[in-house]
């Protein structure tokens, strides 16, 4: 399913990769890092596998058993508990991909005392009543941190999520407000006007950092004042990023077989699918400061890390929306709800 060979070759050219590794033992934490990490994804997804298959056999068993006299109840029950058990899988993937990524930009102190905030997030296609058709939601998974009113929304509100549906690649960018001034990028929870306004006090930044105690909540106040913070959301000094950093979970269409790809994309609303691409989620970072992330190293990192989760997207899509034994005990459960 996943090009697992990637994972290899990514890990490979980043260990080469001399800009930022630049010692052997910065190389060799990197290697240690990763070796960890993998290890922790291996044991986990096993596992993963091992539960969801189990419950996924007693829904067919329970089917196959009780063909004459099917409890509506029971058999809601095991439907539930298997899209439970699919879902805190992926959830609890996450949890220990962002923990390990974390570590990874502790490295080389990179971090210093901002790290950047990191989150994965999944689509889901829905009928949107605004505009009247089926359009991609973009919806929070998982955040390394805080929670946020805007944890749904639609794909084309943002510029990053619009750019990685049309090539199929990461999207990077490391000067927000000198994009938005270049209309090159969009974001629903940026005031434009204000931005064209805005003007970073470098040096008195720079200033305040060096005096102000190390636990200090500065910000850029008139960076803040660009965002909309919603009604619920407190002003979180990392939720005004600068850069950004989106690495998408999917297949390569070119490295499938293409009775697998048209499976993988049946719906009853393909028809209206905006992309032919089969994404099914995404690994989200940002930094409150400008030119934070490195487009070679960070990016592979974020690749090696995006296939890993994409197993266990896949996984859960096998297991509910295109299994048979699923989609029969679904019909059985809509039509006794009618």
């Given at each position: 399913?996943?090009?697992v060979?990637?994972?290899?070759?990514?890990?490979?050219?980043?260990?080469?990769?001399?800009?930022?590794?630049?010692?052997?033992?910065?190389?060799?934490?990197?290697?240690?890092?990763?070796?960890?990490?993998?290890?922790?994804?291996?044991?986990?997804?096993?596992?993963?596998?091992?539960?969801?298959?189990?419950?996924?056999?007693?829904?067919?068993?329970?089917?196959?058993?009780?063909?004459?006299?099917?409890?509506?109840?029971?058999?809601?029950e095991?439907?539930?508990?298997?899209?439970?058990?699919?879902?805190?899988?992926?959830?609890?993937?996450?949890?220990?991909?962002?923990?390990?990524?974390?570590?990874?930009?502790?490295?080389?102190?990179?971090?210093?005392?901002y790290?950047?905030?990191?989150?994965?997030?999944?689509?889901?296609?829905?009928?949107?009543?605004?505009?009247?058709?089926?359009?991609?939601?973009?919806?929070?998974?998982?955040?390394?941190?805080?929670?946020?009113?805007?944890?749904?929304?639609?794909?084309?509100e943002?510029?990053?999520?619009?750019?990685?549906?049309?090539?199929?690649?990461?999207?990077?960018?490391?000067?927000?407000?000198?994009?938005?001034?270049?209309?090159?990028?969009?974001?629903?929870?940026?005031?434009?006007?204000?931005?064209?306004?805005?003007?970073?006090?470098?040096?008195?930044k720079?200033?305040?950092?060096?005096?102000r105690?190390?636990?200090?909540?500065?910000?850029?106040?008139?960076?803040a004042?660009?965002?909309?913070?919603?009604?619920?959301?407190?002003?979180?000094?990392?939720?005004?990023?600068?850069?950004?950093?989106?690495?998408?979970?999917?297949?390569?269409?070119s490295?499938i077989?293409?009775?697998?790809?048209?499976?993988?994309?049946?719906?009853?609303?393909?028809?209206?699918?905006?992309?032919?691409?089969?994404?099914?989620?995404?690994?989200?970072?940002?930094?409150?400061?400008?030119?934070?992330?490195?487009?070679?190293?960070?990016?592979?990192?974020?690749?090696?890390?995006?296939?890993?989760?994409?197993?266990?997207?896949?996984?859960?899509?096998?297991?509910?929306?295109?299994?048979?034994?699923?989609?029969?005990?679904?019909?059985?459960?809509?039509?006794?709800?009618?």
């Amino acid at each position: 399913m996943v090009d697992v060979s990637d994972i290899y070759r990514y890990a490979t050219i980043v260990l080469r990769t001399n800009c930022c590794m630049k010692d052997y033992k910065l190389s060799k934490k990197y290697a240690d890092w990763l070796k960890d990490s993998i290890c922790s994804f291996q044991s986990d997804y096993i596992q993963h596998q091992y539960k969801v298959s189990e419950k996924h056999k007693a829904l067919k068993d329970y089917l196959r058993d009780n063909r004459k006299d099917i409890d509506v109840s029971r058999l809601h029950e095991l439907v539930e508990d298997l899209k439970k058990t699919t879902w805190s899988g992926t959830y609890e993937a996450s949890e220990i991909a962002i923990n390990h990524l974390k570590k990874y930009f502790r490295l080389e102190n990179r971090s210093g005392e901002y790290s950047p905030r990191i989150c994965t997030k999944t689509l889901d296609f829905s009928y949107n009543n605004d505009v009247g058709k089926y359009e991609n939601y973009i919806v929070d998974l998982k955040r390394d941190r805080g929670t946020s009113p805007f944890s749904q929304y639609p794909l084309r509100e943002n510029t990053g999520f619009v750019k990685v549906h049309q090539n199929g690649d990461r999207f990077i960018e490391n000067d927000i407000p000198a994009a938005v001034k270049g209309k090159s990028y969009e974001n629903k929870r940026i005031n434009y006007q204000c931005v064209l306004n805005y003007k970073e006090k470098i040096f008195i930044k720079q200033l305040i950092q060096r005096i102000r105690p190390k636990n200090d909540t500065f910000k850029d106040k008139a960076w803040a004042n660009c965002w909309d913070v919603g009604k619920n959301e407190t002003q979180d000094k990392d939720s005004f990023y600068k850069s950004t950093l989106i690495v998408p979970m999917k297949l390569k269409k070119s490295e499938i077989e293409d009775e697998f790809y048209k499976k993988l994309l049946e719906s009853e609303h393909a028809d209206q699918y905006e992309y032919d691409e089969l994404i099914f989620g995404y690994l989200c970072f940002d930094h409150r400061g400008t030119g934070f992330f490195n487009d070679d190293i960070d990016t592979k990192t974020g690749w090696i890390f995006s296939d890993l989760l994409s197993l266990y997207m896949i996984s859960s899509l096998i297991y509910t929306e295109k299994s048979t034994t699923f989609s029969k005990a679904k019909k059985i459960l809509e039509e006794n709800a009618a």
